[in-house]
């Protein structure tokens, strides 16, 4: 489990607003599918942020073009505190998805 040194308010608050676009989706989507949506987004908001890290490392400044390599903020500028905004809502996610897939399966026998 991660050490509570390691967590901030912004796992927190990815964690909630993840889980509050999959609730939302629900209605349109399998809970797999409304969970995916919001890990998504968030992995592309944490790549953007390594881009940007990495840009200004290398003197960028806003109006240039960044000096990023094609996929470099997928595989560079990850820190424990960037994994955790993406896997912890991933993991609440998957979570609810499993949670609502058991409460159909066992709500369908029941009926």
């Given at each position: 489990?991660?050490?509570?040194?390691?967590?901030?308010?912004?796992?927190?608050?990815?964690?909630i607003i993840a889980l509050?676009?999959?609730?939302?989706?629900?209605?349109?989507?399998?809970a797999r599918v409304a969970g995916v949506i919001p890990v998504a987004i968030l992995l592309g908001r944490e790549i953007a942020q390594h881009?940007?890290?990495?840009?200004?490392?290398?003197?960028?400044?806003?109006g240039e073009t960044l000096?990023?390599?094609?996929?470099?903020?997928?595989?560079?500028?990850w820190t424990l505190d960037s994994v955790l905004d993406v896997l912890l809502p991933a993991l609440a996610c998957g979570l609810l998805a499993v949670m609502v897939g058991f409460k159909k399966k066992h709500t369908t026998k029941s009926s």
């Open positions: 489990m991660v050490e509570a040194r390691h967590m901030n308010i912004t796992h927190l608050e990815h964690i509050i676009i999959q609730l939302s989706l629900l209605p349109f989507a399998s881009e940007y890290r990495l840009g200004i490392q290398r003197g960028w400044e806003w000096p990023v390599g094609m996929f470099e903020g997928v595989w560079r500028g």
